[in-house]
C-alpha cells in the first residue's frame, strides 16, 4: 500500500485526472461541448439557486432524505456488526439514480438543451432520465442494449410509458457499453441541442466528478443520520460498483475519515478466474481508455474490450468510474468481488428476514457484508447502500431459482 | 520531410488534390486485406489511412463498426496490423501510410513501443480519434522523435477559440471533419465545408483533407476544389462488405469492387491533372 495522503477528497485536477487516471478521451467534435459542460456546471455549483432547486426536488419530488435503517433482524442472524441500510431504494423511480438525474436535467435546463438522450443498462437509470424528462417537459431517447432490453422488460415499458423514445442497440454485445457508444455516436450528431445524461460516475470529464457531487448527498445524509442515531460516524462502508455512482456517494463525503473502512463490492458473476465471466473491472481488469476517461477495463492483451458478464444488468460494464480507479491503487478504499450465485443467496436472505426486496445490485453489497459483518465487533457500525429495489428483477430472479412466477 | 509532405507538394506541382482512401486493417481478413491494401495506390490512392480495428469505435457509424468487427473476428491484432504495413513498404516506399484509429489498442500495446514499431515498419502518421490535444503529451514526443506525423481532426464544433490548439502539434495535414457526426452518416455540404476550411487555412499552411460521408465522384470533385484531399471511408468500407459470402469471408468480389470504387472516385481529380497540364 501506499503512503497515505492529506486527503482523498481533492480530486480532479483541472483537467479532470484522477493520478493517472480520468481525463478526457473524446473525438474533438465532443471536446467544446465537454468544455462548455465543464463552464456550464462551475457556474452551477457557485450559484445558490441551482443547489437550492435540487434540494427542493430531492426533498419534494424524489422524497429524501432516504431513511437510515437498522437492519436488526440481519444483524442477528449474522451475529457482528451493527448493520443499516441506507434507504436509497425508496426514492422515487426505485433507485439512486434519480439524485444524479435532478441534477442534471437542471444543469440541461439552465444550458437551454431542449433534448435529452441517456444509456441505460439495468434500465433504472433509463427509468430516472425518463422521469425527469417527463417532468420538465423535454424529449427523451433512451439507448439500451438489444439484450438489456430482454432481461428487463419492466423498466423497458416503464420508460416507454413516460414517454421516452427507446432505442435497441445492437452494435457489439448489445449490453450497457455498447449503448453507451451509441448515445455517444447520438450526441455527435446532435450536439446543438442535446443534453447526455450519463448514469454514473464515468465518461469525460466533468462526468465523474458531477455525478458524484449529485449522489453525495447520499453520504451527506448518512453523516448526519448516524450522528442522530448513535452519536458518531459509522465505521464501515459497503456499497455494489457498476460504474460506481451509488457507492461514490455514499463513499466520498467519508473519505478523509481514516476511521471509517470502505469496501466497493464488483460483480465476479461466474468467478473472477473465469475468463471474460465476470464484471469486475478492479479485481479482474487492466488499465486503459474507454467512454472518455482512462479506468481500469474488461479488456484483453490486444486492448480489445471483453463484454464481461454479471447477473445483474446494472452491474454488467467492462468499465469503473476512474475515481474509484485511483482510490483502489491509494488503497484508500478496498474493492472485493462475490459471484452471481452469492448474490442471489443475499437477495433471498434480505427478502425473508428484513421485509425488503433488493435489486440485484445491492444484494452483491449484501452478499460482501455477510461475508464481513460476522467477523466484526457488535460495536462496528456498518451502513450498507440499498441502492435499489428489486421489482424490476423479479423476473430474472424466478428464472434463476427456477420458480414459477 | 516526410512522404506525407513530399506527396502534397507533388499534388502541388501537379495541381490536383489527392485521393485518401481508408480501409481497415484485417477486414475482412489479413491476405485480402494485404492485397487490397497493396493495389490501392494503382487504382489511385495518393494517400492510405489504414485503420487499426477496436472493438468499440465510438466515433463510427455502422459501416466502420462493422467493419472493424470483421477484423476482430477474423483474428486482426496490432502486432498484425503492423506487419501488414512492413509488407505493404517492402514494395512502396512512396505511398504515405497513416494509422488511424483509438487510444485504448495503443496504450495497452505501450505508447513508446507502439511509436517505435509503428515507425519501423514503415508508417508515416498517426490519427487517434479520441486522443484530443490536451491529452496526448505521453505519446506527442515519442511520434516527433521517430518523425511520425501526428494528424488532428478539426470538426465544423472545433470554434475559433480552440483552433490554435487543435493546429498546434499538428503536423503532415489537418483532416477536416466536414459533418458534426459519425462517420459514413450524412452528406457534407459543401458551401458551409469550403467556409470552415478557409477558416483554418487562415491560421495554417498546412495541406487539409476533408472526409467524413464521401460517396461519390461529384463529392470527391467539389471538395477537391477547396482542399487539398479527400477522404473516402465508409463508402470503400461498405463496398467490401457487399461482396462478401454468408459467413463474412472475401469472394472473387472483394478486391475489384474495392479497387475499381476507388479507381472511380480518383478519376475526377486525375481528369483535373490533365486539364490543368493542358
Ligand atoms: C439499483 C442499481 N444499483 C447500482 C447500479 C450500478 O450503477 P452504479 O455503480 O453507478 O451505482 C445500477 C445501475 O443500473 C442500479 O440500477
Not at chain 1, 417532468?135 to 416503464?158: S, W
Not at chain 1, 443467496?345 to 427478502?351: I, M, N, P, S, V
Not at chain 2, 468499440?56 to 496490432?78: E, H, N, V
Amino acid at each position: 500500500m501506499t503512503e497515505p495522503l492529506n486527503t482523498y477528497r481533492g480530486g480532479p485536477d483541472e483537467r479532470g485526472h484522477f493520478g493517472l487516471f480520468g481525463g478526457r478521451y473524446v473525438a474533438e467534435t465532443l471536446m467544446p461541448l465537454i468544455l462548455d459542460l465543464e463552464r456550464a456546471y462551475n457556474a452551477a455549483k457557485e450559484d445558490p439557486s441551482f443547489q437550492a432547486e435540487l434540494d427542493s426536488l430531492n426533498a419534494h419530488y424524489s422524497g429524501r432524505p432516504s431513511p437510515l435503517y437498522f437492519a436488526e433482524r440481519l444483524t442477528e442472524h449474522l451475529g457482528g456488526a451493527k448493520i443499516y441500510f441506507k434507504r436509497d431504494e425508496l426514492n422515487h423511480t426505485g433507485s439512486h439514480k434519480i439524485n444524479n438525474c435532478l441534477g442534471q436535467i437542471q444543469l440541461a435546463r439552465r444550458m437551454g438543451k431542449t433534448r435529452i438522450i441517456a444509456e441505460t443498462g439495468a434500465g433504472q437509470h433509463g427509468v430516472a432520465v425518463a422521469t425527469v424528462a417527463a417532468r420538465f417537459g423535454l424529449p427523451c431517447e433512451i439507448y439500451m442494449g438489444a439484450t438489456d432490453i430482454e432481461r428487463q422488460k419492466p423498466n423497458v415499458f416503464r420508460m416507454r410509458l413516460l414517454g421516452a423514445k427507446v432505442n435497441p442497440v445492437t452494435s457489439g454485445s448489445g449490453t450497457l457499453k455498447d449503448a453507451m457508444n451509441d448515445a455517444l455516436r447520438d450526441w455527435v450528431a446532435n450536439v446543438h441541442d442535446t443534453f447526455y445524461i450519463i448514469g454514473t460516475v464515468a465518461g469525460p470529464h466533468p462526468y465523474p466528478a458531477m455525478v458524484r457531487d449529485f449522489q453525495s448527498v447520499i453520504g451527506k445524509e448518512v453523516r448526519e443520520q448516524m450522528m442522530e442515531r448513535e452519536g458518531r460516524l459509522p465505521d464501515t462502508l459497503v456499497a455494489c460498483i457498476g460504474g460506481g455512482s451509488n457507492a461514490m456517494g455514499l463513499f466520498h463525503p467519508f473519505l478523509d475519515d481514516r476511521s471509517v473502512a470502505i469496501y466497493g463490492v464488483e460483480a465476479g458473476g461466474h468467478g473472477i478466474d473465469v475468463p471474460n465471466g465476470h464484471a469486475a473491472s478492479m479485481t479482474g481488469g487492466q488499465p486503459g481508455v474507454l467512454h472518455g476517461n482512462r479506468t481500469y477495463l474488461l479488456q484483453n492483451d490486444d486492448g480489445q474490450i471483453l463484454e464481461g458478464h454479471s447477473i445483474s444488468a446494472g452491474l454488467d460494464y467492462p468499465g469503473v468510474g476512474p475515481e474509484h480507479a485511483w482510490l483502489r491503487d491509494s488503497g484508500r478504499v478496498t474493492y472485493v468481488a462475490v459471484t452471481d450465485r452469492e448474490a442471489l443467496e443475499a437477495f433471498q436472505l434480505c427478502t425473508k428476514l428484513e421485509g425488503i426486496i433488493p435489486a440485484l445490485e445491492p444484494s452483491h453489497a449484501l452478499a460482501y457484508v455477510r461475508k464481513l459483518a460476522p467477523a466484526l465487533p457488535k460495536d462496528n457500525l456498518l451502513v450498507m447502500n440499498m441502492c435499489g429495489r428489486g421489482d424490476k428483477d423479479i423476473f430474472a430472479v424466478a428464472e434463476h431459482l427456477s420458480m414459477e412466477m | 520531410m516526410t512522404r506525407i509532405d513530399q506527396t502534397f507538394a507533388r499534388l502541388k506541382a501537379e495541381g490536383r488534390g489527392g485521393l485518401v482512401t481508408f480501409i481497415t486493417a484485417g477486414d475482412p481478413d489479413y491476405e485480402t486485406s494485404l492485397s487490397m491494401l497493396r493495389g490501392l495506390p494503382a487504382a489511385g490512392a495518393d494517400i492510405i489511412e489504414l485503420g487499426m480495428p477496436f472493438s468499440d469505435p465510438m466515433a463510427d457509424g455502422p459501416a466502420i463498426q462493422a467493419s472493424s468487427l470483421r477484423a476482430l473476428k477474423a483474428g486482426q491484432t496490432m502486432k498484425k496490423t503492423l506487419s501488414m504495413v512492413r509488407e505493404f513498404r517492402k514494395e512502396d516506399q512512396v505511398t504515405p501510410v497513416v494509422l488511424m484509429g483509438y487510444y485504448n489498442p495503443i496504450y495497452v500495446y505501450a505508447v513508446d513501443r507502439f511509436v517505435a514499431d509503428a515507425s519501423e515498419a514503415g508508417a508515416d502518421g498517426l490519427i487517434i480519434v479520441d486522443l484530443p490535444p490536451e491529452e496526448d503529451e505521453e505519446l506527442r514526443p515519442a511520434a516527433v522523435e521517430k518523425g511520425l506525423n501526428l494528424i488532428r481532426l478539426a470538426t465544423p464544433t472545433t470554434d475559433e477559440a480552440r483552433l490554435p490548439a487543435v493546429l498546434a502539434n499538428t503536423s503532415g495535414f489537418v483532416y477536416y471533419v466536414s459533418i458534426a457526426g459519425i462517420t459514413g452518416t450524412a452528406a457534407p455540404d459543401v458551401t458551409s465545408v469550403g467556409a470552415h476550411v478557409e477558416r483554418i487555412k487562415a491560421r495554417t499552411d498546412l495541406p487539409i483533407a476533408i472526409g467524413f460521408g464521401v460517396k461519390s465522384q461529384e463529392q470527391v470533385r467539389d471538395l477537391a476544389a477547396v482542399a487539398e484531399g479527400v477522404v473516402v471511408g465508409s463508402a470503400l468500407v461498405s463496398a467490401i462488405a457487399g461482396t462478401l459470402d454468408e459467413d463474412g469471408r472475401a469472394t472473387a468480389e472483394t478486391e475489384p469492387k474495392l479497387l475499381g470504387l476507388v479507381q472511380y472516385l480518383a478519376e475526377p481529380l486525375r481528369q483535373r491533372a490533365e486539364a490543368s497540364a493542358i
